[in-house]
């Protein structure tokens, strides 16, 4: 009995979402219905089959909601979410709107699945919201602690990689090529995240867009504060004239000096980060080792 209530709560569920989608976006249905009859689909069997799981299965279910939550979202929170994603490097070329959604079907399944171990098992009800509001707040919270650890390892990554890069840029100029030339020199020659950066902003260059605006959106893309500097200093360099070979030996100096001055700095704090498992862990091994037998040969002595 109980087994028939939850697949009825299953079905129930089912039929009054897929009735809520029906009514929201009929419209939709309809044209794309229409525009099949006159479209030769091979191309988009194709594409489907060659594209991965998400693109082939998910991405199409989550579209249609994409322009009714841009719609219903606040405003400030999609842009916030939207310069986060850009930040850890576009994840699985996911938007805000998309974000949204998954979240929210992953809220309407918690809350189904709930609903039927409540039923199923008849647990009381104050439990059942505990656990509901628990699994509903860690729908909310992953996501954005998820994005903050990618968008850390990743300007880690950009950092540890920026003198590097400026190095080969300045090799490459030096040789005689352009900074365009030889931001091509340096995709062929490394890989990586700012290697990847470099790569769109030279096929941005390539489109039409000036040296200033492609630098622009990099910075915006990459917050990291010695990318910022390095750019502004090109840009620079760029409207006064001045060498672009000259400004990037100085700005690989500048990278090297300022690599030297972290790891001075960190390791100045390795002891004191030491001093905390040494007293907590290692100075009490070794009072136990070296004062255990003298304290048990003094309780003996006394028990005697």
């Not at 809350?111 to 171990?117: E, P």
């Not at 502004?232 to 400004?247: H, K, M, P, T, Y």
Request: hydrophobic share 50%.
């Amino acid at each position: 009995m109980v087994l028939l209530i939850a697949l009825g709560a299953f079905t129930f569920m089912g039929c009054t979402i897929f009735w809520v989608l029906n009514v929201f976006f009929k419209e939709k249905i309809m044209i794309q219905q229409r525009i099949k009859k006159f479209v030769v689909s091979n191309e988009k069997q194709s594409a489907l089959i060659e594209g991965t799981l998400y693109e082939r299965l998910f991405q199409p279910m989550l579209g249609g909601l994409n322009g009714f939550i841009g719609r219903v979202t606040p405003k400030h929170y999609v842009e916030q979410l939207d310069r986060s994603l850009r930040e850890a490097g576009n994840p699985m070329n996911l938007n805000a709107n998309s974000c949204i959604s998954m979240q929210i079907g992953a809220i309407i399944i918690e809350i189904i699945g709930v609903i039927s171990i409540w039923i199923a098992f008849a647990i009381p009800v104050y439990r059942i919201m505990l656990i509901l509001a628990a699994f509903i707040g860690l729908t909310y919270i992953f996501p954005g602690l998820y994005l903050k650890q990618l968008i850390k390892e990743r300007q880690y990554e950009i950092e540890k990689s920026l003198p590097d890069v400026i190095d080969l840029l300045t090799v490459s100029i030096e040789a005689g090529l352009s900074f365009d030339g030889a931001m091509a020199k340096l995709s062929e020659k490394m890989s990586g995240v700012l290697v990847s950066e470099f790569t769109i902003v030279l096929k941005e260059m390539k489109m039409g867009v000036s040296k200033r605006d492609a630098l622009k959106s990099m910075i915006e893309r990459v917050p990291v504060a010695n990318l910022i500097t390095f750019a502004g200093a090109i840009i620079q360099a760029d409207q006064l004239g001045v060498s672009i070979g000259n400004v990037l030996r100085i700005q690989s100096n500048l990278m090297r000096q300022k690599r030297r001055q972290r790891a001075s700095e960190l390791a100045m704090k390795a002891p004191i980060k030491m001093l905390f498992p040494m007293v907590f862990f290692i100075l009490p091994t070794i009072f136990i080792v070296l004062l255990g037998p003298v304290l048990i040969k003094v309780l003996q002595a006394f028990s005697s």
